[in-house]
């Protein structure tokens, strides 16, 4: 009988994956310009990251409500009231040193692994929200520059979208240009699942 519950519990430990819980959640405002030219026209989205050391998820919840069926914003039409499409549907999922994209395309969900980016250390530092932080500098596989402030008062290798890796969370991010810029609006503690 111990022969079996052993091989039960083996059977279940590699079989069924685990699902970690997250020590942490980070809501993000993403502003986007798509013309440059024209400042006036901002997209504003908003996203929350859901990580621990090791793990983490980057997406709207206004996106998974809707792709779980149970989204309260609904738009009236002839037929009836239908789920509203989310602002922002893409989601980040990152386990160790990978960072995965998934973007749905029609009714299929395309996923790649992105590239892992390499930070330069300016010598500007700033509080933000209560946290000291550094600038740091990246250039991305598109050749686009990027600048992050991150604190390591917070020694979680994580931050919004594709942009992790430092030695602590990054709190805000912006291109060259500052036509997409993200800022971290709040951060609490948090024992949801990351999936």
Known sequence: MKIVSAWFFIFIMLFIPAQNKAIMEVNYEIKMISD?????????????LLCNNVESVYSSREAQAFYKGNSKETIATS??????????????????????VSLPVGKYI????????????????????GFKTRLVKTTTDTGDTYFAWFTNDIT??????????LSGLILEVYNKNKTIEIYATDIKKSAELIE
């Not at 440059?36 to 929350?48: G, H």
């Not at 037929?79 to 995965?100: D, M, R, W």
């Not at 996923?111 to 010598?123: A, F, G, R, S």
């Not at 979680?156 to 890796?165: M, S």
């Open 36 to 48: 440059s030219l024209n400042r006036d026209k901002v997209n504003i989205y908003a996203s929350t």
């Open 79 to 100: 037929a009836g009231a239908i789920p509203k499409y989310p602002k922002s549907v893409g989601s980040v999922y990152k386990t160790k040193e990978n960072v995965l």
């Open 110 to 129: 395309f996923t790649y692994e992105e590239p892992k980016l390499k930070w330069e250390i300016l010598n500007e530092a700033k509080d933000i929200k």
């Open 156 to 165: 979680i290798p994580d931050g919004p979208f594709r942009f992790k890796g």
